[in-house]
């Protein structure tokens, strides 16, 4: 479960924190960054700023935070990156190792926001530090939660949610009564394609699948949002995180956002946080726990609002819920499986060589292909799945390409 506040609810971090952006040129990241920039130049001594492929982005936040040290992943980038911080006297360096190596560089708050498996060994070096960790990255806990939290635990690390769902209920959990939880409501805006027609969903282009309705992510999750993929990661992430059976863990369809999420009480008390749809609410609110502090973010007008509807979802047209249950029902590298698989799918998506209901399709004969599953013993058992299930995603998703005769150049829609 995540650690209790410290000690005092209403202490503000202590000013000047050192702080590092894992996936700091990404939608999380910039938020992040506007976040510190709210904060103010006190708030906050930028050690580590990491990105991929936008390396002006990277170096121009690096060279406004006066970060220690800017890192690609891309190992092709360095000389970019090194040219673009000339004369700053910020170091520059680039790969996955020199990623990992700069989330272990000592820092009381670490955003963990790159995107997908590949921010799993980053988080955990920050994770190791045993101080603050701001956690993004949902994989991390659908891939390897029972051993990110065994980390956690053992590092004496902090663990705060910022996924606007998991930090909702961070919020409304009632932890001095436990055992009181009956269940959490996760709440799921339904995503662009919630009102079509299975037909109509079966022929959705990555353009329609990317343009959320409420929310500004980055390209990834906002497709996750369209198949309802990123809800099925989070039931996943709020069991490891909240220590939580997978019964207790329930999704509910609520189109305006508002409410981000829910806890159900064994007295019939629900208790709700709601909020602007805006990741710098739940991005603010772990920086500035566990005081409180004024956000750049929009405030609710419910009475403009007028009305709040939820509804079941709708597991038929969106059978990534049912998928993300089996897995947290098998338990073990299944978790791993599936995220492993889908983002798989999600790439040959997103190159047009998969239909859009081709990627639980291909999840669902993946961890149909590869179960039972066994446990995560160690980190090593996590990566040789993730490749393992890449692997068999890969191999479905080429003999589909075969059999629609789209290999030569054609693409779907
Ligand atoms: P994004 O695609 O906008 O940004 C991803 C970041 O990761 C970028 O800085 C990119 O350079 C970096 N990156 C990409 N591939 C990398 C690699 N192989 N190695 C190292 N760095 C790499 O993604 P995002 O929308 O900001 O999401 C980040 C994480 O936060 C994801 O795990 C997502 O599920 C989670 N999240 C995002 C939102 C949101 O509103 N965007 C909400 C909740 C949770
Ligand atoms: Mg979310």
Redesign the pocket.
């Known amino acids: 479960m995540v650690n209790a506040p410290a000690s005092s609810p209403c202490a503000a971090p202590p000013p000047g924190r050192r702080v590092s952006v894992l996936?700091?040129?990404?939608?999380?990241?910039r938020s992040t960054l506007d976040i510190l920039r709210h904060a103010g130049p006190e708030a906050a001594q930028v050690v580590a700023l990491?990105?991929?492929?936008?390396i002006a982005g990277l170096a121009e936040a690096a060279r406004e935070f006066r970060a220690e040290v800017a890192v690609t992943?891309d190992p092709s980038r360095y000389e970019d990156l090194k040219a673009a911080l000339a004369g700053s006297g910020i170091e520059a360096a680039a790969g996955?190792r020199a990623?990992i190596e700069a989330a272990a560089r000592p820092a009381d708050w670490t955003m963990a926001?790159?995107?997908?498996s590949?921010?799993l060994a980053p988080t955990l070096a920050a994770l190791r530090q045993g101080r603050t960790l701001a956690l993004?990255?949902?994989?991390c806990l659908v891939s390897a939660g029972e051993l990110f939290m065994e980390e956690a635990a053992r590092a004496g690390a902090e663990l705060l949610p910022?996924?606007?769902e998991h930090n909702a209920i961070f919020q409304v959990l009632d932890r001095p009564n436990r055992a009181a939880v009956e269940k959490i409501l996760l709440t799921a805006s339904g995503g662009p394609f919630r009102d079509w027609p299975a037909e109509r969903i079966a022929l959705a282009t990555p353009e329609e699948a990317v343009a959320h309705p409420n929310?500004d992510?980055?390209?990834?999750?906002s497709i996750d949002s369209a198949s309802m993929f990123n809800k099925g990661l989070e039931m996943i992430e709020a069991m490891h995180l909240f220590a939580l059976r997978p019964d207790q863990v329930e999704v509910l369809v609520h189109p305006q956002s508002i409410v981000h999420s829910m806890v159900a009480y064994v007295d019939g008390a629900v208790l709700a946080q709601m909020g602007a749809p805006d990741?710098r609410h739940a991005i603010g609110h772990a920086f500035h726990h566990p005081a409180r502090a004024p956000l750049p973010v929009e405030r609710l007008d419910l009475a403009a609002i007028g009305a709040l509807e939820f509804r079941a979802p709708d597991p038929v047209r969106f059978p990534a819920l049912r998928l993300a249950r089996e897995a947290m029902e098998a338990g073990g590298l299944a978790g791993c499986a599936l995220n492993a698989a889908k983002e798989a799918a999600l790439e040959a998506f997103m190159d047009r060589r998969l239909p859009f209901m081709g990627m639980a399709q291909v999840v669902e004969e993946v961890l149909a292909a590869l179960s039972p599953f066994g446990p995560a013993r160690a980190l090593d058992d996590v990566f040789a799945m993730d490749i393992h299930a890449r692997a068999a995603a890969g191999a479905r998703i080429a003999a589909r390409v075969r059999a629609s005769g789209l290999g030569k150049g054609a693409a779907f829609a």
């Open positions: 996936g700091a040129t990404g939608s999380i990241g990491t990105g991929r492929d936008n992943a996955e990623v926001a790159i995107v997908g590949a921010g993004a990255n949902k994989e910022v996924d606007s929310w992510m980055g390209a990834k999750i990741m």
